[in-house]
């Protein structure tokens, strides 16, 4: 059974705090992807990684960094969280090109107060 | 950048009834895949399209590929109150590279 893991299913942090977000995936994907997901827009990509120590910023990267030193694992960072970083996080892998389809982890909650 | 955009954003239905949502892209796509998430739940995969024209059917859902790969539906008939989500298309495109780009989905209420 394929899976993606994410660290923590719901978080709650001060403003102003690191905050690191992992994701772990089973299935040797090259690519994986960091998304927040907010009532009424969607799913909006973050950064995305085809391959170790790449990234490529998404279309809302302001405010996030990421970490990919091994395949298996993407790391979002939040260098100094704010309230408006409030948000369903997830995370998801796939093939390149969409050889197959993405496959997303369980999803973070993250109430920055 | 690439965009995608999809109508309507909420679909109220009577259940038994057909619906339809429509995905828009910017650029031209290489292939395009839908996902449902389930309330309080994450995306899961339905189905992926790559030709130009294409429809595919699972059950009661028809998918369609437009022919300039730029559009698609999605066709939902006889709508049950399994059917209740939020529905979303997705996409690469050559020129993004490996970048999947998400609408903003289509989220669907049942009424019995």
């Known amino acids: 059974d394929v899976k993606v893991t994410q660290s923590s299913r719901y978080l709650v942090k001060r403003t102003g705090e690191k905050v690191f977000l992992e994701c772990v995936q089973d299935m040797d994907h090259e690519n994986m992807f960091w998304y927040r997901q907010d009532p009424g827009l969607g799913l909006r990509l973050i950064y995305f990684?085809?391959?170790?120590?790449?990234?490529e910023k998404g279309d809302i990267p302001e405010g996030y960094s990421v970490s990919r030193e091994k395949k298996e694992r993407f790391s979002l960072i939040l260098e100094s969280a704010s309230t408006n970083q409030t948000s369903m996080y997830l995370c998801?892998?796939?093939?390149?090109?969409?050889?197959?389809?993405?496959?997303f982890g369980q999803g973070t909650r993250l109430t920055v107060v | 950048g690439q965009q995608v955009m999809q109508i309507p954003q909420y679909q109220h239905v009577q259940e038994g009834e057909d619906f339809t949502t429509y995905c828009n892209s910017s650029?031209?796509?290489?292939?395009i895949q839908w996902y449902k998430q389930r309330p309080g739940g994450h995306p899961v995969f339905l189905i992926q399209l790559v030709k130009s024209g294409e429809v595919k059917k699972q059950k009661r859902l028809t998918f369609q590929f437009g022919e300039a790969k730029k559009n698609s539906s999605l066709h939902i008939t006889a709508t049950q109150t399994t059917d209740v989500g939020t529905y979303f298309c997705a996409g690469y495109s050559k020129a993004a590279g490996n970048k999947l780009t998400f609408g903003g989905g289509t989220r669907v209420l049942v009424k019995p």
């Open positions: 650029t031209t796509l290489s292939n």
């Open positions: 998801a892998s796939s093939t390149p090109q969409g050889i197959t389809e993405a496959f």
């Open positions: 990684s085809y391959d170790v120590k790449m990234k």
